[in-house]
């Protein structure tokens, strides 16, 4: 049985997101399997300004993409062939991964595959570090190791539904009812007619009467220490 190689999967060269594992000319194989796979994800968090506290509340702002590094080693040499091909054949794959081509105006996105499993990562290609390591007499090179970075990509639309925008610490956008006023907003989303003064504040609202139907107001988000006890997001906590 065949060793199975970790390929790496092109979009396809259409307006949306398309991928295509039967198209040979969007699949890069690894010419041998990398040692170990390195992921990286991050997240960060604020701490909330509160007086005479010694461990004050941690609030959520944002996640950075998870990150996937490997090295692939690429040897046209090694062959029982007379002809030694150039290696840059091989790294000239990778190498496209990083230019923009076609409507896209960026660099493809890619999914990662290795044997029966499902897809292990999908991203882009954020650092390419190329090294030549063995040349024929006439400078062709025939050896190679790539060092590839990998960032996570993922659509706006696909991360919007798994998030859960109701809590009243994320920002979101609200449409102006007939008979709303920013009081009757701000008690309706924070449960704190007080909290008028951050939605005008967001969206530079000089006269908070002057309210019209149909009006799109940014809600801002508001920091824990300052979130009702019966706000939605404390509502929804467990």
């Known amino acids: 049985m065949a060793l199975d190689k970790l390929t790496i999967l092109v979009e396809a060269d259409a307006g949306k997101l398309q991928f ?87 660099p493809p996105v890619c999914q990662l595959f290795w044997g029966a499993q499902e897809m292990i990562f ?46 009243a610490d994320v920002a979101k956008s609200w449409t102006v009812r007939r008979g709303q006023t920013l009081a009757s907003i701000a008690a309706e989303e924070y449960l704190d007619p007080a909290n008028w003064r951050d939605i005008a504040a967001a969206n530079g609202i000089d006269d908070p009467l002057a309210l019209a139907p149909g009006t799109t107001l940014l809600l801002p988000a508001l920091p824990v220490g300052r979130l009702s006890p019966g706000s939605r997001r404390n509502r929804e906590e467990p």
């Open 122 to 167: 999908q991203g882009v290609l954020q650092n390419l570090d190329q090294n030549y390591t063995m040349f024929l007499e006439n400078g062709v090179p025939v050896r190679a190791t790539a060092k590839c970075t990998f960032m996570q990509w993922r659509a706006n639309a696909s991360d919007l539904k798994k998030q859960n925008l109701m809590s």
């Open 20 to 106: 295509n594992r039967r198209d040979k000319s969007h699949l890069i194989e690894a010419m041998f399997n990398p040692k170990s796979l390195g992921i990286t994800r991050s997240v960060q968090w604020e701490s909330a300004k509160a007086a005479k506290r010694d461990s004050p509340e941690l609030q959520y702002t944002t996640a950075n993409p998870a990150t996937l590094t490997l090295d692939l080693f690429f040897d046209t040499y090694d062959r029982p062939q007379a002809d030694k091909p150039s290696v840059y054949v091989h790294m000239k794959k990778l190498v496209d991964l990083t230019l923009v081509k076609g409507d896209k105006h960026r």
